[in-house]
């Protein structure tokens, strides 16, 4: 069975300070995906990264980047000099590749990101 | 393009009436979720969509709740003699196909609120 746990319930940091957000996963499977997704206040959840098992190369968008180790099962997300529009609760999610069942991501209970002014 | 759309945005019903909850997934996605979100709460699966497969349903929390999909394209969740319990957000998204590597793309939800 899939897993994922986002330790940290809320981060409270003040703006142009670095956060990391901690996802740490658990699956049997060999082939599976990851991703990150944001929800801002508003609401609607808005997909921000999807990495493979087969590709553990770590990658940066402007302030995000993205920390993916199986050694350790984790992957971290960190907002480089944190603004207040990052500001939002932060899902971890989990995806498998079975066989013969469904797709069915399962996602962590979120991190909610408070960045003062 | 459109996203994902869904209605209507907020529902306000009394305890034991039926509700129907729309989504409108993006064109050409296959793969259709409904989540149900509760305040402060994580993503809580209900029901998967892929194709023209049969509907994983493995998340419904009772009988009381169904949901259909038709052409391939919309979705109604209905929830039959609602519960206060059933207060949530209600969340759907779509993706490109039902392979554990496609994002999805989710709506802007349905706040339902049983009075």
């Known amino acids: 069975a899939q897993k994922v746990t986002q330790a940290q319930t809320e981060i409270s940091v003040v703006e142009k300070e670095d956060v990391t957000l901690d996802c740490v996963y658990e699956?049997?499977?060999?082939?599976?995906?990851l991703f990150w997704y944001k929800q801002p206040p508003s609401g609607e959840l808005v997909f921000l990264i999807r990495?493979?098992?087969?590709?553990?190369q770590n990658e940066i968008s402007g302030r995000y980047s993205w920390n993916f180790q199986k050694s350790t099962s984790s992957f971290n997300f960190t907002i480089t000099a944190s603004q207040v529009v990052d500001s939002a609760v932060y899902f971890c999610?989990?995806?498998?590749?079975?066989?013969?069942?469904?797709?069915?991501?399962?996602f962590g209970r979120g991190t909610s990101l408070i960045v003062h002014p | 393009g459109a996203g994902v759309s869904q209605s209507p945005s907020n529902k306000v019903t009394e305890k034991g009436k039926d509700v129907e909850l729309r989504c409108d997934p993006i064109?050409?996605?296959?793969?259709l979720y409904w989540y149900r979100q509760s305040l402060g709460q994580g993503l809580e699966f209900l029901i998967y969509?892929?194709?023209?497969?049969?509907?994983?349903k493995s998340g419904l929390p009772s009988d009381r709740f169904s949901a259909e999909r038709t052409g391939g394209s919309v979705s109604t969740l209905t929830i039959q003699r609602t519960q206060q319990e059933d207060s949530a957000v209600y969340l759907c998204?779509?993706?490109?196909?039902?392979?554990?590597?496609?994002?999805?793309?989710f709506g802007p939800g349905t706040r339902l609120t049983v009075t």
């Open positions: 998204a779509s993706s490109l196909g039902g392979a554990g590597g496609y994002e999805q793309y």
């Open positions: 699956t049997r499977d060999t082939t599976y995906y």
């Open positions: 990495r493979n098992s087969f590709d553990e």
């Open positions: 999610a989990l995806s498998e590749a079975p066989s013969g069942g469904s797709y069915i991501p399962t």
């Open positions: 064109s050409g996605h296959t793969a």
């Open positions: 969509f892929q194709g023209n497969s049969a509907p994983d």
